[in-house]
């Protein structure tokens, strides 16, 4: 049986031997990466970088820090992400924080920002002017780690959550491109005003009857974020609706998709003028980004 958290910790311990009790009561717990867990939660609770905690491997935890790592331990054990008991995620190479009404940023939707880039570069170079607009834009991952990367563009994120909106708001002030940032409270991309070369989204697709089987570490999740209907399909529906109103001539549009919906959502984007290229994989090889232009008449 998994170690209980107020069992694993002494203040006799020294900082590596805390690493090693935490590493093994997570590995215990079955949980995916346990070296690297206790090493950021320790890290944390004692404010030590990665050379510290080896510098410092040798110093004795005292009561205080005891106390720290016990609730720490003990919300990892209960499968709360560690990016959630930190506040901090890494996305991009990027640290945004998150809070209780954004989505984990996943490695997975850096496949959006690979594809959405490729967009752009097969336009004309990065340092044009260009307008973006992020859906549903939660932390701000995507239009955060895009403008990163295309120096001259604005961009807008959307959300129906102002305390999301409000970490997007500090997450661009903290990377340096607040100026370039606007974030407004609408559906999608409802209320925004004029054309964008760029679309991006990761809506919620995740059908409604299958969240209660989704691991416990994406269920602290919020729902909202991850509902998208009795088929998953809801706010794609709702971003074909609007893509022609938003998007330029020449824009593009890259929404994130969930295993198997490559086929659903193209199709619904067609139905609504959208031409869809295929989809591309993520690291896993899973159809992961789908991307679509508006079509255009030929004389």
Sequence with gaps: ????AQELFAPS????????ALTDAFRQAELDSPELDARLLVGHA??????????????????????????????????????????VKEFWGLPLRINEATLVPRPETETVVEAALAAIDSAGPRTRALRIADLGTGSGALLIALLTELPNATGIGTDVSRDALAVAGDNASRLG???????????FGA????????VVSNPPYIASADIDTLSPEVRHDP???????ADGLNCYRTIA????????????????????????????????????????????GIPRALRARVATMTP
Excluded at 51 to 76: C, N, P
Excluded at 267 to 282: C, E, M, N, T
């Design 1 to 4: 049986m998994p170690a209980r």
């Design 13 to 20: 311990m020294t900082v590596v031997q805390a690493r090693r």
């Design 46 to 87: 004692l404010g030590l970088d990665h050379t510290a905690l080896t510098i410092d491997s040798g110093r004795s935890l005292g009561g205080d820090a005891v106390h720290v790592l016990v609730a720490l331990a003990a919300r990892r054990l209960e499968r709360e992400p560690v990016a959630r008991i930190l506040g």
């Design 177 to 187: 491109i607040a100026a370039r940032t606007e974030f407004t409270i609408c559906d």
């Design 191 to 198: 209320e925004l005003p004029g054309r964008f070369d760029l």
């Design 223 to 229: 729902r909202s974020a991850l509902d998208g209907g």
């Design 241 to 284: 609706g609007q893509a022609q109103g938003l998007l330029k001539p020449d824009g593009d549009l890259v929404v994130e998709l969930g295993i198997g919906q490559e086929p659903a959502v193209a199709k619904l984007f067609r139905a609504v003028g959208l031409i869809p290229s295929p989809a591309r994989p993520d690291l896993l």
